[in-house]
């Protein structure tokens, strides 16, 4: 074990120890004994020996003490990175994210998104093995036997090399490779629907959290005012001038809004916790979101484009249409794949191969048994049992839902961005009415603060105009981030990257 004091140091402690034991021992012998003949003599010897051994004494125990000290100073520095360490590992990362930061974030680490990329290349796989389709077939063979009956035994064997091409399968195997290919661009497709849904879910979680946020801000200022009402309340209640039941008023609305405070920094952690779920991010880490500039949001009307032109964007690149159009394109493709089954195919194949039957002049053996072939193959179907003319009839049925599909889709998307459209305008002039509000309430509160402070209004007419302007400024808030939510959702629809 470590020794954590030197030698000098328990040295001078256990010297002065010992010092402060033999002036006691000696003074309890002076009394036991009664070696005082006056009482005088008695008080001053006793007075100069504590005089002499005193400073002594505090010299060495300050030496000992501050031994101490040091060494537990030393001790708690070199202690403190580990415990800071190890709080570092409990809580996690720490991230500043933007919206955008974000957005980059979920989609490099959501696993579902993964899962799909991976969907994607196992697609392309397929779709890269069905062109070679095209290509010739080439395998070789080797066998070699054993036979023994009354007359001979001996070794044979025979090897063969073999290809073969289709030629003609009704145009099948094009399809096919069409097939696989649109599914490819079908599964990209479906990648950049499911970004669109995050992005947007992301958007919500992100603004609701910066509402919270700036109303915290507004909170925490209200009760600082709050406390200096309360305590003028107190000093004006002590002094008479006015009732308890006004100064307890004050009191109540000190204790509400630091209620306020809580549940919203409450809401505001719930918020931070369902963007980390959508970010796929640890809980542990310590997500920061940075406040863009929100003060100016005339350019999010100023930029609106006219309601067709949105709706004619979005037509052009809504994920969910484009999926219905490849819908389409696959059920045509397939139409053709099952036609195929009504044409005959054709193939061709060619062998060589030789052999020997013992191992004596295996060499001419091989020659003599070397052969080849070269052949066609004509397949002409006449009756599947109904199985080709099913095929093409369930293809045609699904061809159509797959129509029917899309028209419904271009309607349901015509429809949502126009209500999206008419959204943006109504969030605007709602905004637009709750900041004239917030600004008039301010400035009347503000009024009436000033007279509360003069003793020319009541506790209740300054906590009842506070109240209103809490209520407008939290309708402001609301409308403010309402506003750019519809904005941002429109700029989704129509195919336009989400900005802040």
């Given at each position: 074990m470590t020794e954590i004091f030197s030698p000098k140091v328990k040295a001078l402690a256990l010297l002065g120890s010992r010092l402060h034991f033999v002036a006691l021992e000696m003074t309890c012998w002076m009394f036991q004994h009664k070696k005082f003949p006056?009482?005088?003599?008695?008080?001053?010897?006793?007075?100069?020996?504590?005089?002499?051994?005193?400073?002594?004494?505090?010299?060495?125990?300050?030496?000992?003490?501050?031994?101490?000290?040091?060494?537990?100073?030393?001790?708690?520095?070199?202690?403190?990175?580990?415990?800071?360490?190890?709080?570092?590992?409990?809580?996690?990362?720490?991230?500043?994210?933007?919206?955008?930061?974000?957005?980059?974030?979920?989609?490099?680490?959501?696993?579902?998104?993964?899962?799909?990329?991976?969907?994607?290349?196992?697609?392309?796989?397929?779709?890269?093995?069905?062109?070679?389709?095209?290509?010739?077939?080439?395998?070789?063979?080797?066998?070699?036997?054993?036979?023994?009956?009354?007359?001979?035994?001996?070794?044979?064997?025979?090897?063969?090399?073999?290809?073969?091409?289709?030629?003609y399968q009704g145009g099948n195997i094009n399809k096919t490779i069409e097939h696989n290919r649109l599914s490819v661009e079908r599964s990209n497709m479906q990648i950049e629907q499911y970004d669109d849904q995050l992005s947007v879910q992301i958007l919500q979680a992100f603004l609701t959290a910066l509402g919270n946020n700036e109303l915290l801000h507004y909170q925490e200022i209200m009760l600082q005012s709050s406390r200096e009402q309360m305590k003028q309340g107190r000093t004006r209640y002590s002094v008479g001038s006015i009732l308890e039941s006004d100064m307890l008023l004050l009191e109540a609305q000190y204790l509400s809004d630091s209620t306020?405070?809580?549940?919203?920094?409450?809401?505001?952690?719930?918020?931070?916790?369902?963007?980390?779920?959508?970010?796929?991010?640890?809980?542990?880490?310590?997500?920061?979101?940075?406040?863009?500039?929100?003060?100016?949001?005339?350019?999010?009307?100023?930029?609106?484009?006219?309601?067709?032109?949105?709706?004619?964007?979005?037509?052009?690149?809504?994920?969910?249409?484009?999926?219905?159009?490849?819908?389409?394109?696959?059920?045509?493709?397939?139409?053709?794949?099952?036609?195929?089954?009504?044409?005959?195919?054709?193939?061709?194949?060619?062998?060589?191969g030789t052999g020997h039957y013992d191992f004596d002049n295996l060499g001419q053996q091989f020659s003599d048994s070397f052969n080849q072939s070269v052949g066609i193959t004509l397949n002409i179907p006449i009756y599947s049992r109904g199985q080709t003319r099913s095929n093409v009839k369930r293809n045609k049925i699904a061809l159509e839902q797959a129509q029917l599909d899309y028209e419904q889709t271009q309607l349901d998307v015509r429809q949502t961005v126009a209500i999206a459209y008419h959204n943006v305008l109504s969030a605007y002039n709602t905004y637009k009415s709750s900041e004239l509000k917030e600004i008039a309430y301010n400035k009347s509160y503000k009024a009436y603060e000033v007279q509360f402070n003069y003793g020319k209004i009541t506790t209740v007419d300054l906590l009842q105009q506070q109240n209103n302007y809490l209520n407008a400024l939290n309708t402001y808030i609301q409308n403010k981030y309402s506003l750019v939510l519809q904005r941002k959702v429109l700029d989704v629809y129509m195919g336009k990257e989400i900005t802040l």
């Open positions: 006056f009482q005088a003599e008695k008080n001053f010897i006793i007075g100069r020996s504590f005089i002499i051994l005193c400073p002594i004494m505090n010299f060495y125990m300050k030496t000992f003490l501050k031994s101490i000290f040091l060494t537990a100073m030393a001790l708690f520095a070199t202690a403190k990175p580990v415990f800071a360490q190890e709080n570092e590992q409990q809580q996690g990362k720490h991230y500043q994210f933007t919206l955008e930061d974000c957005i980059r974030y979920a989609f490099s680490n959501s696993y579902d998104r993964q899962s799909m990329e991976l969907g994607v290349e196992s697609q392309e796989v397929t779709y890269n093995q069905s062109r070679e389709s095209r290509l010739p077939s080439v395998s070789a063979s080797a066998s070699e036997s054993y036979s023994h009956n009354k007359h001979t035994e001996g070794f044979s064997g025979n090897a063969s090399l073999g290809a073969q091409v289709v030629l306020n405070i809580l549940e919203t920094r409450i809401k505001l952690d719930n918020n931070i916790m369902a963007l980390k779920v959508l970010l796929s991010m640890d809980p542990l880490d310590n997500l920061q979101i940075i406040q863009p500039d929100t003060d100016n949001l005339e350019d999010l009307t100023a930029s609106l484009p006219t309601e067709e032109e949105a709706i004619e964007l979005a037509l052009d690149y809504f994920p969910t249409l484009k999926l219905n159009e490849y819908d389409i394109l696959l059920s045509e493709n397939n139409i053709s794949i099952a036609k195929s089954g009504y044409l005959p195919s054709l193939s061709a194949n060619a062998s060589i």
